[in-house]
């Protein structure tokens, strides 16, 4: 069966769910959030699908396209999604991550398969990849969540009785499920990186290049370190650990953009 | 004869004050008594009483044309009331509107506070009385199990029982929406009264590790401290307390405040970021209303936990909506069971008949053909077969025809006289 049936179903499934999700914002019944959650986990599994059919059609650099890339990013978002907000009946962050998968599956259904060079993938190089979306995806989630904390704690100060006030368990426990996601994302993100510098000794001949995306990658490897230091030792909890991972975000989606989308020479590049 | 109708007929505070319910209310012995009295009745088949201090109502299967007449007369006889009153109380339903009246009652969506928990246990009971007595049979006890099961499904499906509608159940929602769990908290009250000790009480019994009691006269202090195993200070200490408090409840009756920026901030410093959440249930006001603009402090007074209720009660009359959906479904099953049921023995006595046909005629012919043991069995089996299908489009339809509330007086009556069934 060829891949782009799943990436189809899989746009279309993460849209429902998003559409359920926002229309839960609105409407409140949990019903609405049930029918996003189980779009989202059926997406989750044809998203899995098209990943599976397109490694077995093209073989794994067909990871390294722009549409297995998004594939991928698409993936990873929403297994991050799935395993805190079913923890921890976040139902609510959905209307925030899913909009995000939505839109890598789309882009993914449109944009090229073919590989730019053909080098030997591997392993390391698998692991480079998936860990390295993993990271990005938790940190992505993080700063979401911050802006619901954010907006939460605005509304319990002010007694607005919105959704967020209704719907979300409590500060401590999303200040918990931030800070959980950063140290994953994180964890995530150096094992990319050590993953990385090895692939590059295989294929290049050396560890560490100062190509674009390795300097981009460093800095924010260092933005996280920061900010998860600031957190443990600087006592920068609540409000302001939202703030720096918001600030984190932005570094992130930098990163992306300024190497992934706008370069073409880098090996990272997305451009086909 | 007519056909078989599930009755309810009852009293709510929707349609009658506590001084009409009450004198209709049935307990204990009174209730049984009642009870059995009720199915005594000629025209009532099965019988149970849902009797609360919300609620009395009679739930009776019946198939007398006039419904109502024999259960109101002993209602009258009973309570000693006259027509009008029950008449102007009272409601009346029937089938559909019974079973779905039934269903939002033990579902808890006809309750004073929707979503309250206490009516399924009641509902329980008049069904285990009704059972023990036995009052009830197929229909009225297939009625509650569906009932129970449908009002399960509403608790966990829809939001209809999650959040506080007490003042001082806001109180502990709010707390836990800003700590999350409560254990280990600590909870600090000011002045006494009688809303502090209660919201202190649910604190405690959602987790809330201690209780700190500050009071004008140190001996009233001592008294509610010693209610909670917790300990008193005079007001001389009130830093001290707040220091260490998280959670502050003040019902003081001082004319200014009493918590203020000057005696809370440096309790603020020592925190470490930790938040505190300041709980006003006074009039006139014992907490400055701009602490609520520092980092970490949450002031509610009685008007913003008032608000809280209030969007709650909001919030399970939006769930409820969706309870009505699944409700539906469950009503629409039982009435079609209800309709089957009648046409049971019907259905029953039709294949009786055929069989019998069946066998009269074997038993005649069969031995003038002198077949073979197994050809005998053979021709056995194609004669049911036969009959078995010829008669599966009629039984079929009977069946359908039989729920469709219009033509099913009908349908049965002309399958009655078209097979020469038996005349009711």
Redesign the interface.
């Known amino acids: 069966m060829s891949p782009e049936v799943f990436i189809y179903s899989t746009a279309v499934l993460y849209g429902i769910s998003t559409l359920h999700y926002l229309l839960y914002l609105i409407?409140?019944?949990?019903?609405l959030a049930t029918v996003g959650l189980y779009s989202a986990r059926f997406g989750f599994l044809t998203n899995l699908l098209a990943v599976i059919f397109l490694i077995v059609k093209d073989g794994s650099v067909s990871l390294f396209t722009p549409k297995g890339a998004f594939l991928l990013f698409a993936i990873s978002v929403v297994t991050v999604y799935l395993y805190f907000s079913t923890k921890h009946k976040l139902s609510l962050s959905g209307a925030f991550l899913m909009p995000w998968a939505t839109l890598f599956a789309f882009i993914s259904s449109l944009v090229s398969g073919a590989p730019k060079e053909v080098f030997p993938v591997g392993i390391v190089g698998m692991v480079h990849i998936v860990s390295a979306f993993l990271g990005y995806s938790a940190f992505i989630f993080a700063s979401l969540l911050s802006i619901l904390y954010l907006i939460f704690e605005n509304h319990?100060?002010k007694?607005k009785?919105s959704v967020f006030?209704?719907k979300?368990?409590?500060?401590?426990?999303i200040e918990s499920v931030i800070y959980n996601s950063v140290a994953l994302g994180f964890f995530f993100i150096t094992l990319s990186m050590f993953a990385g510098a090895v692939w590059s000794e295989k294929v290049f001949g050396t560890y560490w290049s100062w190509h674009p995306k390795q300097v981009a990658t460093l800095i924010s490897w260092f933005v996280y370190a920061g900010i998860i230091h600031l957190y443990l030792y600087g006592?920068w909890?609540?409000?302001r650990f939202c703030y720096l991972n918001i600030l984190g975000l932005f570094v992130i989606v930098l990163n992306f953009l300024g190497v992934n989308l706008l370069s073409s020479k880098d090996v990272h590049s997305f451009k086909g | 004869m007519g056909e078989l109708k599930l009755c309810c007929l009852g009293v709510s505070h929707k349609t009658a004050p506590v001084s009409v319910r009450e004198q209709f209310s049935f307990k204990g012995e009174e209730l049984e008594s009642a009870l059995l009295k009720l199915n005594a009745l000629p025209s009532v088949e099965e019988s149970m009483v849902l009797s609360t201090c919300n609620r009395v109502e009679i739930y009776f299967t019946t198939r007398s044309e006039t419904s109502f007449k024999e259960v109101i007369d002993f209602l009258i006889d009973e309570k000693g009331a006259d027509l009008d009153q029950i008449n102007s109380h009272f409601y009346r339903k029937v089938d559909r509107d019974a079973v779905r009246h039934g269903f939002y009652v033990a579902s808890s969506l006809d309750s004073m506070v929707v979503g309250e928990p206490q009516i399924v246990g009641q509902f329980k009971d008049a069904f285990s009385l009704a059972k023990e007595l036995g009052t009830i049979g197929t229909v009225l006890c297939r009625f509650c199990e569906t009932a129970l099961k449908v009002s399960k499904r509403v608790r966990t499906?829809?939001?209809i029982s999650k959040?506080a509608v007490s003042i001082s159940f806001a109180a502990v929602e709010?707390a836990?929406?800003?700590?999350?769990?409560l254990h280990g908290k600590r909870v600090a009250i000011i002045g006494a009264g009688e809303m502090a000790e209660l919201a202190a009480k649910h604190l405690m019994t959602n987790g809330a590790s201690e209780v700190f009691v500050v009071n004008r006269t140190f001996e009233r202090a001592q008294k509610l401290a010693q209610e909670f195993g917790g300990k008193a200070f005079p007001l001389t200490e009130l830093e001290t307390v707040l220091k260490m408090a998280d959670i502050v409840i003040s019902s003081t009756g001082a004319p200014g405040y009493v918590l203020t920026p000057e005696n809370v901030l440096p309790a603020l410093n020592t925190r470490?970021?930790r938040?505190m959440f300041l709980i006003d249930i006074a009039v006139p006001r014992d907490i400055d209303p701009a602490l609520?603009d520092y980092?970490?402090l949450?002031v509610?007074d009685i008007d913003?936990l008032q608000?809280?209720v209030d969007?709650?009660i909001k919030?399970r009359l939006?769930?409820a909506?969706?309870a009505k959906e699944i409700i539906e479904g469950y009503v629409e099953r039982f009435m079609k069971w209800l309709r089957e049921l009648e046409v049971a023995p019907l259905i029953a006595e039709l294949k009786e008949k055929a069989e019998s046909i069946r066998k009269e005629v074997l038993s005649k012919r069969l031995p003038k053909l002198g077949l073979t043991p197994e050809q005998e069995q053979e021709v056995d089996n194609i004669t049911r077969i036969i009959i078995n299908k010829l008669l599966h489009q009629p039984i079929t339809s009977v069946k359908k025809k039989a729920v469709e509330e219009e033509t099913r007086n009908q349908v049965v009556q002309i399958f009655r006289e078209i097979f020469g069934l038996g005349k009711e």
């Open positions: 409407f409140r019944k949990e019903k319990l100060k007694k009785f006030f209704q979300l368990p409590s500060l401590t426990l006592e909890r609540g409000k | 499906e829809t939001g959040n709010l836990k929406k800003i700590f999350g769990e470490k970021h938040p609520n980092e970490g949450y509610y913003d608000q809280v969007a709650n919030e939006r769930e909506e969706v």
